[in-house]
């Protein structure tokens, strides 16, 4: 297609219509903290011809996705946190270590091989943390989900009962 055609014979698909109006969007919207209206979406989906039924179902899916979003980015942050926790135990200890080594012997000798030893394990534990992707990554974020899903269940429980305690 070139720039010359006659707007009335210009067609495209619906992949390519998407993109374009991502990045005319995107172009048009230079303030990120523009907010667009519920009724606005409703009125761009009309013109699309897309039924309010399949907005809606489109708009809960895409909830549904930044709810995910969002539990993977805490789940990342803990790993994180936890990983420094770590990291931060086995350098005071090891470096500890080694100056007690250094210090009763003169050199280093025994404390190289706990270093050697539980930095192994520290290295296995980086390669564990920061790998995104993978079966062990879900196995690691289901069973993370399900933990808070629980404690916020037994939450919500206790906060119920203590409110009917007070009443």
Known sequence: ??????????????????????????RQADDKDKEFSYELLLEI????????????????????????????RAFDSYRLTRFRKRFGNFAIVNGCLILINFIASGGLTWS???LLFWGMAVGLDI??????????????????????????????????????LQA
Do not use: C
């Open 1 to 26: 297609m070139t720039e010359f055609e006659p707007n009335s014979l210009r067609s495209y698909s619906q992949e390519d219509v998407q993109q374009i109006l991502q990045l005319a969007i995107a």
């Open 45 to 72: 989906a009309t013109e699309l011809e897309i039924s309010p039924e399949s907005l809606n179902l489109a708009e809960r899916d895409w909830r549904s996705q930044q709810s995910e979003i969002q539990q993977r």
């Open 112 to 114: 190289l091989y706990i």
């Open 127 to 164: 390669w564990n943390t920061f790998q995104g992707k993978g079966e062990e990554y879900e196995i690691a974020f289901q069973k993370w989900h399900r933990k808070h899903q629980f404690k916020r269940t037994i939450n919500t429980l206790l906060n119920k009962w203590f409110k009917a």
